[in-house]
């Protein structure tokens, strides 16, 4: 018999002790290797999931493609279903370069991606794949996981 699956993080390796652990390449405790993307079909079906987490994920796609990938990532999710979008905050980052708590090498060892978010720019590709505002949430603490202190979480629910 098959385990039906409702909650899933999309990382490269696990942050939520109940949730499958999905990631488009095999490495360390990975359950499912599928592409995530806003092209190819995913390995579960559209309206399965109650919860999605998503730990710096989003960064990994060219910007043009973060909306395709934000609109697959909602399909996926049943009605009433909750996403956590886990990235590296830009604005954080970039005041730690200004500032001088962290290196122009550093940032490039530790934080180079395809794409950079901030809030603003997140907040704003949810509701272009479908999510609303008023179903969006940023989090602070209380959290299922340990957020860095260079990271933000906004989640949202799909109505």
Known sequence: MKM???KIQIAPEARIEDAVVVWPEQKGNVQIVSAIN????FCLPDGSLKVIYAFN???RFPLEE???VLSKLHGLLA????LYLCENDLDYLMRAVVG???SAGEFNDSFIA???LNRE??????EKAGFRQDNMAEWFDNLKFEKRHFEFVISAIKK
């Not at 009605?79 to 909750?82: A, E, I, K």
């Not at 720019?121 to 949810?126: F, N, V």
């Open 66 to 68: 973060v909306s395709g």
């Open 79 to 82: 009605p009433g279903g909750q």
């Open 38 to 41: 806003g092209k190819e079909e």
């Open 100 to 102: 001088g708590d962290l």
């Open 57 to 59: 994920f989003l960064s």
């Open 4 to 6: 039906k699956i409702e």
């Open 121 to 126: 720019l997140t907040i704003s590709l949810l």
């Open 114 to 116: 395809q794409s950079y």
